[in-house]
Structures are given as C-alpha cells and as structure tokens.
T-cell receptor, first 114, second 114 residues
Framework: AQSVSQHNHHVILSEAASLELGCNYS??????LFWYVQYPGQHLQLLLK??????LVKGIKGFEAEFIKSKFSFNLRKPSVQWSDTAEYFC????????????FGKGTHLIIQP | DGGITQSPKYLFRKEGQNVTLSCEQN?????MYWYRQDPGQGLRLIYY???????QKGDIAEGYSVSREKKESFPLTVTSAQKNPTAFYLC?????????????FGPGTRLTVL
C-alpha cells in the first residue's frame, strides 16, 4: 500500500524567507506526485505535479518541487515566501496506471508572519 | 462556469441517522472521488468511481455507501454504522482513463453528528 509522509506539521516563517517542505512516499512502482494547497476558506487546488521527464517541476505562484527517485522524495520549495502563502499544503501520490484515488500526507500548516 | 458543487456546506444530524451528501460536476469528467478530511490527518479516500454504474472502495469505506447512476453525480451516504462521522467531506473529479490525472476538488461539506 502507498503511504506519504510529510515531516513538518506546522511551519512558521517570516516574509521573504525561503521555504522547503519535505515529502517522502513509499511505493515500489512508478508514481505520479502532486502538491495541493488549501488556502483559508478556499477549495483544495493543485500547486504542481510530476508525471515524468524533468524531475524539477514548476508550479503556480513561484513554487517548485524536485522528484528524487532514489530518496522517494518530492520536496516543495519557494525561494521567498509571502504572507499570502499562509495555507495548508498536502503532498499526494497516485500509482500510475489508472484513475485510482490519491494517497495524501497529513499536511503541513504554513504560517507566514509579515 | 465549470466546476464541482457540494451541498450543503454545513450539515447537522442526530446520531443514528443516515445522511446523504451531494456532489455534482459539470466538467464532463469520468472519474469521481470522495475523501474525508480530519484535523492533522490529511485526506483519506472513502470511495471512487471511474465510470458510471461502477465504484470501488477506498481506504476507509466502512460505514459509507455511494451510487453513480449519472456521470455528473456521485452522492455519498454516511450511515449509522460509521463510528466517527463528524468530519469535512471533499468530493473530487478527474478526466479518468488509463493514466492518472489531476483531481479537481469541490468546496466540501462539514458534517457534524450530534
């Protein structure tokens, strides 16, 4: 069975600080990887995704993530955070080969202080 | 305006009563999903459906039931057998098919069982 581990449950940063949120998954086969974000009072929305190709993927709002197959990791990064990045961030994995549901990590609650 | 609608936004029920949560999509997606979100637990897959008149159990299907009679609709019934039904329920959809794709999420229904 797939599982996803997010190392930081709560992160507090000041504006302009750099961000890295860790995500590791356990699955022996090929996977699709996602980062979703849930801003306060809004729908869960996709930040970025990795299916194949370049392991460094860029998403919306200046976020990027790097897939490191040997480490089973898909860490999310942003060079300089803004107050508006305050949200809950979820890493998710889906085994390739079908429209099965996603397996989510427990989430990281990010608070950016102005 | 394409998207996923869930109704109602807030739902209160007495213990022992069944309750049905609505999910409708006009994205022409084949696949639909139900997740449950609890604080500090991330999202967990309840049921999913890849095509009309077919659905599969997810990781926590016990105490829930679904139907998929129309492509646009995927209602979830929380039965009295569900031991801890109070939670935030999210519906999602995707194009479906052989390859995994991005899932789009609705605004959610917060169910409180008194």
């Amino acid at each position: 069975a797939q599982s996803v581990s997010q190392h930081n449950h709560h992160v507090i940063l000041s504006e302009a600080a750099s961000l890295e949120l860790g995500c590791n998954y356990s699955y022996g086969g090929t996977v699709n990887l996602f980062w979703y974000v849930q801003y306060p009072g809004q729908h869960l929305q996709l930040l970025l995704k990795y299916f194949s190709g370049d392991p460094l993927v860029k998403g919306i709002k200046g976020f990027e993530a790097e897939f490191i197959k040997s480490k089973f990791s898909f860490n999310l990064r942003k060079p300089s955070v803004q107050w508006s990045d305050t949200a809950e961030y979820f890493c998710a994995v889906n085994a390739r080969g079908g429209a099965d549901g996603l397996t989510f990590g427990k989430g990281t609650h990010l608070i950016i202080q102005p | 305006d394409g998207g996923i609608t869930q109704s109602p936004k807030y739902l209160f029920r007495k213990e022992g009563q069944n309750v049905t949560l609505s999910c409708e999509q006009n994205l022409n997606h084949d696949a639909m999903y139900w997740y449950r979100q609890d604080p500090g637990q991330g999202l967990r897959l309840i049921y999913y459906s890849q095509i009309v008149n077919d659905f599969q159990k997810g990781d926590i299907a016990e105490g829930y039931s679904v139907s998929r009679e129309k492509k646009e609709s995927f209602p979830l019934t929380v039965t009295s057998a569900q031991k801890n039904p109070t939670a935030f329920y999210l519906c999602a959809s995707s194009i479906g098919g052989v390859f995994a794709n991005e899932q789009f999420f609705g605004p959610g229904t917060r169910l409180t069982v008194l």
